[in-house]
């Protein structure tokens, strides 16, 4: 079965040039990303995942290996790629539904042509009435759900997400993981999502890839044959649990071996000559 | 990779969301929130409190000047004041209008180069290191010493004036607008180049509103810093102005006229505070 691979980074790595020196947020790192897929990557933090997302969208370079979206290598931000940071990110001095046509004003384009496509999003993550909040007078919940709106008014093809919904508390957590499993199912976007979370990975994505900590390289790749749509309570399912299980180990096992190896870096910042 | 067509800010960076941008300090900045709320009355309780200290200063003023017999060229009485003050306005209204115009046309000359500077110096952040100390020279000198310079060069007409507003209006719009637009928020910054944002558009709709409020505060400090020195021009020479018609009163010992005259700037002074202010809350303010 031929696919057509919608992200494709091979051996990709990123030194930052730091003020203490060089750091080597991530290296070898590679990934596939096929349309339509639900791809999940977990890693300590500190392990790369924002430098990566980063380097994805354009925002940043790769100071090694090659990188494709849409089979054409990433130079700079793409209108097909959209970005949800760590936290909502939004512009304090615009009210809610300003800061949704932010994207729009800035690709000049017709805000009209998107209005109806735009109330319905508002609508689906349960934000109408509030088009003319301030970001202040939403709850962090609420300011997330915004910002998907956001990334969503233009209508991208990816979308990456970078720990979304790290900065809330658990309950509003798992409320946004079902809304955004709802609205991948809906719109068919390509999703990568970032988390340091496990059970988040397992419960959303169709694949997980785990990485590393620091430089943050390629760990094991897992396939989750869970079903689809996520059955409601299948946390709390033995399968599940294994397959987090299953993960949890390959990471205890890889962080012992470097130990013995006397090879493992504890996560505070070190530089390499 | 064609690194070059990378942006050098977002280069080596990325931001950190859990610490909050620091803030840069800097000289004749403050926070806009204590400039605007110190006009932001609360309920009838703080008016009443404010109307009835200024009746009993004024009235025991009005009291004791009557008791005690002082004479005008000492301490004129209130209601002396307000009597003079009203008797020369067709005297001295020509004296306010032309202050007025040399505080409004220096502040406009002397702010739009602020601003402008500000914003082009902030593009060059090595430059700005090398001016910043020469723009704090500025503001730490009194305007008004040069003014018997410009005068000298240029006449006693209102031109020397109008640069002077300028001359101390300027370096304070523009030292604020440096620091309010060196209040770069990365994340903010990353947001608008994620949708391929050019660098005039990441100027005017994420670095110019993060620095809005700070712009404020130089503009409502520049037109005291303005006031003060319009003011002040008009007394180092010339045959007009409110400053002018300071010296003559005070030289005649014509205190009433003298204390009327200084209601007439300390009125003008409110105004430009309240206007300013108003603006700034109204346009230039933002909470996170
Ligand atoms: N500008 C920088 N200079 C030096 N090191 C950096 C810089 N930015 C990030 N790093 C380091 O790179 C590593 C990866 O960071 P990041 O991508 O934010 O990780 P994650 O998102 O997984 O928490 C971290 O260890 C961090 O300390
Ligand atoms: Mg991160």
Redesign the interface.
């Known amino acids: 079965m031929f696919m057509k691979q919608i992200i494709d980074i091979k051996n990709v790595g990123k030194i ?3 003020e203490k020196g060089l750091v080597n947020a991530i290296e070898n790192f590679s990934m596939q990303v096929e349309e339509g897929d639900f791809v999940a990557i977990v890693g300590p933090s500190g392990c790369g995942k ?2 990566l997302l ?1 380097g994805l ?6 100071t090694s290996g ?1 990188a494709y979206v849409l089979e054409e ?7 097909e ?3 949800i ?3 909502s ?1 939004l ?3 615009r009210t809610l539904i300003e800061n949704i046509y ?2 729009l ?3 000049k384009e017709n805000i009209n042509n998107y209005k109806d496509r735009i109330d319905e999003l508002i609508e689906g993550v349960d934000l109408t009435g509030f088009n003319d909040s ?1 970001p ?1 007078e939403l709850s962090g919940g609420m300011q997330q759900r915004a910002s998907i709106v956001r990334a969503l008014s ?1 209508d991208p093809k990816i979308l990456l997400m970078d720990e979304p919904f790290g ?1 809330l508390d658990a309950y509003t957590r798992d409320e946004m993981d079902t809304l955004l499993l709802e609205i991948w199912s809906k719109t068919k976007k390509t999703i990568v999502f970032v988390t340091h979370r496990i059970e988040e990975a397992v419960y959303l994505a169709n694949k997980v890839y785990v990485m590393t900590a620091r430089p943050g390289t390629n760990l094991a790749l897992y396939n989750i044959n869970l079903p689809r749509p996520r059955p409601e309570g299948i946390t709390m399912e033995m399968a599940f649990f294994d397959i987090v299980a299953d993960i949890k180990k390959t990471i205890v096992k890889d962080v012992q071996a470097k130990k013995e190896a006397g090879k493992y870096r504890s996560q505070e910042y070190s530089t390499i000559a | 990779m064609g690194s070059k067509d990378y942006d050098k800010e977002l280069q080596d960076k990325i931001p950190d969301f859990k610490e909050k941008e620091e803030e840069i300090p800097s000289a004749g900045s403050f926070d806009i929130s204590s400039a605007t709320s110190a006009v932001t009355i609360h309920g009838w309780k703080q008016i009443l409190g404010i109307i009835s200290v200024a009746v009993i200063v004024i009235g025991s003023w009005e009291l004791l000047v009557r008791i005690f017999n002082v004479p005008t060229f000492v301490l004129p009485s209130p209601s002396a004041i307000i009597r003079a003050l009203i008797l020369s306005l067709p005297n001295i209204y020509t004296d306010f209008l032309f202050t007025l115009a040399e505080l409004v046309s220096g502040y406009v000359i002397g702010a739009s180069i602020g601003l402008i500077l500000a914003a082009l110096l902030i593009q060059v952040p090595f430059l700005e290191k090398i001016i910043t100390p020469y723009i704090l020279l500025l503001i730490t000198t009194p305007t008004i010493a040069l003014v018997p310079l410009l005068m000298l060069r240029f006449g006693f007409n209102i031109g020397p004036r109008i640069m002077a507003v300028a001359l101390a209006v300027g370096p304070m719009v523009m030292i604020n607008s440096v620091t309010g637009f060196r209040r770069t928020d990365l994340a903010k910054v990353a947001l608008a180049k994620s949708y391929g944002a050019s660098t005039s558009q990441i100027f005017l709709k994420i670095r110019f509103p993060l620095a809005l409020p700070m712009i404020n505060v130089g503009l409502l400090v520049g037109g005291i810093f303005g006031l003060i020195t319009a003011v002040g021009s008009d007394m180092v020479g010339g045959k007009m102005g409110l400053g002018n018609k300071l010296s003559y009163y005070g030289s005649l010992a014509r205190m009433d006229a003298f204390f009327g005259v200084i209601i007439l700037v300390a009125a003008t002074g409110i105004s430009i505070w309240i206007l300013i202010s108003w603006i700034g809350r109204k346009w230039a303010s933002w909470k996170e």
């Open positions: 930052y040039e730091g924002t430098t980063w969208t354009g925002l940043h370079n790769f090659k290598e990433i130079t700079k931000p793409r209108r790629v959209g970005i940071f760590q936290q990110n512009l304090p001095w932010f994207p004003e800035i690709m301030f202040r233009y900065a």
